[in-house]
């Protein structure tokens, strides 16, 4: 059973940074990905980046060149580089097992997902 927790969310001002950590367990393929998705209220769920084992990402348009997506798969532990914030980039992130295991397509649908992370850009 994959099990994912998310840590580093936080309230920044538009422009500032974050990084996001998620410690995943559990998957049971040498082939899969992990990534990222974002939820604001009354909002719909919202991909933001997904990488696989081969190192393939995509990253959502509307935070391309803002966010990097990175693993490190000696510790089990994905991260979302988030600079240059901006007040729509509040929500809550979640980190998540999608169910298209590459990294070359960003597919909106998940397997899991952890907690979630709350993050907060004030203009």
């Known amino acids: 059973q994959v099990h994912l927790v998310e840590s580093g969310g936080g309230s920044v001002q538009a422009g500032g940074s974050l990084r996001l950590s998620c410690q995943y367990s559990?998957?049971?393929?040498?082939?899969?990905?992990v990534g990222w998705f974002r939820q604001a209220p009354k909002s719909e769920r919202e991909g933001v980046a997904t990488i696989d084992t081969t190192g393939a990402k995509s990253v959502a348009d509307s935070v391309k060149g803002r966010f990097t997506i990175s693993r490190d798969d000696a510790k089990n532990t994905l991260y979302l580089q988030m600079d240059n914030l901006k007040p729509e980039d509040t929500a809550m992130y979640y980190c998540?097992?999608?169910?298209?295991?590459?990294?070359?397509?960003?597919?909106?649908?998940?397997?899991?997902w952890g907690q979630g992370t709350q993050v907060t850009v004030s203009s």
């Open positions: 998540a097992d999608p169910r298209y295991c590459s990294g070359e397509r960003l597919i909106n649908e998940y397997n899991a």
């Open positions: 559990g998957f049971t393929s040498k082939s899969y990905a």
